[in-house]
């Protein structure tokens, strides 16, 4: 089985853009979560997905924003983008939401 | 809200050495507790975990038990090797949809 995998793997950015993150599920997995890493730090919970619908969510601001695809793949979009949003960006898919997460390698976003 | 804390580092170690990480936790209701592995380059693996007080995780020689008492969850490993090196993170989820980790310790062992 195909693990999750995230594109692309690196991307700069400059302010103000707009970006977007996919992110293919584990075969078999149905709930996508999303976190930031910046340098340094733990993941931070940026939001879930399950079927298709938002499931929880973390304190980032609306800008951040998230779609969910009937073959359970995942995109983040992030608006407006400001220098802080320079991170890791990992998605992890999981069978059910109450299951192991299993993490993708990321996506390495830097805005300048 | 839920948090966990863990020991910073960077922590560095010989082969063959006694490794121990420390994380503590505080929590609204009664978490779930992992450790998550981030190897150079890579994303987070899922080393071990435990679900409830007195459980002991185990993984590749790395150990950790849940205990309520202290609210912690050390991890230790008797033995670290080379292949040990990377970021170690401490977890909980509570509401099993969103996993809140420590900042992540660096370990580093040399042969």
């Known amino acids: 089985e195909t693990g999750v995998t995230q594109s692309p793997t690196h991307l700069i950015k400059t302010r103000g853009q707009q970006v977007t993150l996919r992110c293919s599920s584990q075969s078999g997995h149905n709930t996508v979560s999303w976190y930031q890493q910046a340098l340094g730090q733990g993941p931070q919970f940026i939001f879930q997905?399950?079927?298709?619908?938002?499931?929880g969510r973390g304190n980032f601001p609306p800008r951040f924003s998230g779609l969910q695809f009937p073959n359970y793949s995942s995109e983040l979009n992030v608006n407006a983008l400001e220098l802080d949003d320079s991170a890791l960006y990992l998605c992890?898919?999981?069978?059910?939401?109450?299951?192991?997460?299993?993490f993708g390698q990321g996506t390495r976003l830097t805005v300048v | 809200g839920d948090s966990v804390t863990q020991m910073e580092g960077p922590v560095t170690l010989s082969e063959e050495a006694f490794l121990t990480i420390n994380c503590t936790y505080t929590a609204t209701g009664y978490p779930s507790l992992f450790w998550y592995v981030q190897y150079p380059g890579e994303g987070l693996q899922l080393l071990l975990k435990?679900?409830?007080?007195?459980d002991k995780g185990s993984n590749k020689g790395f150990e950790a038990t849940y205990r309520k008492e202290t609210t912690s969850f050390h991890l230790e490993k008797g033995s670290v090797q080379v292949s040990d090196s990377a970021v170690y993170f401490c977890?909980?989820?509570?509401?099993?949809?969103?996993?809140?980790f420590g900042a992540g310790t660096t370990v580093t062992v040399r042969a």
């Open positions: 992890a898919s999981s069978f059910v939401v109450n299951t192991e997460a299993f």
């Open positions: 435990a679900t409830k007080a007195d």
């Open positions: 977890a909980l989820s509570v509401n099993d949809y969103k996993l809140s």
């Open positions: 997905y399950y079927r298709e619908e938002e499931n």
